[in-house]
């Protein structure tokens, strides 16, 4: 058998998400609803990360991800890390989620986009000190804020869509800078072409959320 590489890329790998074992579904379903606080629902976190990057190591993988065990959703945590994105409450996209009831939230830019924080740094790092291989980080591409945005609160934040892609740009700069220098070597960004748009049924649904022009 030949040796393993010790650097990416990697014959075996995966997208980075993994299937949340019952333990972390039922802590985050209680932490939302008041039962444990967070600092429980994190003891939680760490545990099941632990286990998924011990399986992953056993199966023979080199790039290990946390399974993205600390986000509800793939792509809304770390947008919602900068200043200026929140959700709104009650309202979606429009896409569904198949075999599960709650749906990700619709995403909206009230402010300015601007990186006062680390928005998952902190994530990568734990990730870091528990594995022995190479920690995989994983982010959405900055498109899937401008595709996945309320369209009305876009345009009256951002009248020049221009200044919207330069903020964002800068602050997916700043993280990837700061990733970079906790020691990620390993980063994949995703979604970085969203070819469904060429559906109709997708350009449906873009138009009734706010048009097709932005």
Do not use: C, N, S
């Given at each position: 058998m030949a040796k393993a590489t010790p650097r990416p890329p990697f014959r075996a790998d995966h997208v980075g998400s993994l299937l949340r074992p019952p333990e972390l579904k039922d802590a985050r379903i209680k932490a939302k609803r008041g039962e444990i606080t967070s600092g429980a629902l994190r003891q939680v976190e760490d545990k099941c990360i632990r286990e998924v990057v011990a399986f992953q190591e056993s199966v023979g993988l080199q790039s290990i991800t946390d399974g993205e065990?600390?986000?509800?959703?793939?792509?809304?945590?770390?947008?919602?890390?900068?200043?200026?994105?929140?959700?709104?409450?009650?309202?979606?996209?429009?896409?569904?989620?198949?075999?599960?009831?709650?749906?990700?939230?619709?995403?909206?830019?009230?402010?300015?986009?601007?990186?006062?924080?680390?928005s998952m740094v902190d994530h990568f790092k734990f990730l870091k000190s528990v594995t022995r291989r190479t920690p995989k980080f994983c982010m959405p591409s900055p498109a899937m804020l401008h595709a996945r945005g309320d369209r009305e609160a876009l345009r009256r934040t951002y009248p020049d869509l221009a200044q919207f892609w330069a903020d964002l740009t800068q602050v997916y700069s700043e993280e990837i800078g700061n990733l970079n220098q906790s020691g990620c070597y390993y980063l994949q960004i995703d979604r970085t072409i969203i070819a469904i748009k060429c559906r109709l049924r997708v350009k449906e649904t873009f138009r009734n959320v706010g048009g097709d022009r932005n």
């Open positions: 065990y600390r986000r509800d959703w793939w792509h809304i945590d770390f947008l919602r890390g900068f200043d200026g994105v929140e959700t709104i409450a009650g309202r979606t996209f429009g896409v569904q989620f198949q075999g599960a009831d709650e749906q990700p939230p619709l995403m909206k830019v009230r402010a300015r986009i601007r990186r006062t924080r680390p």
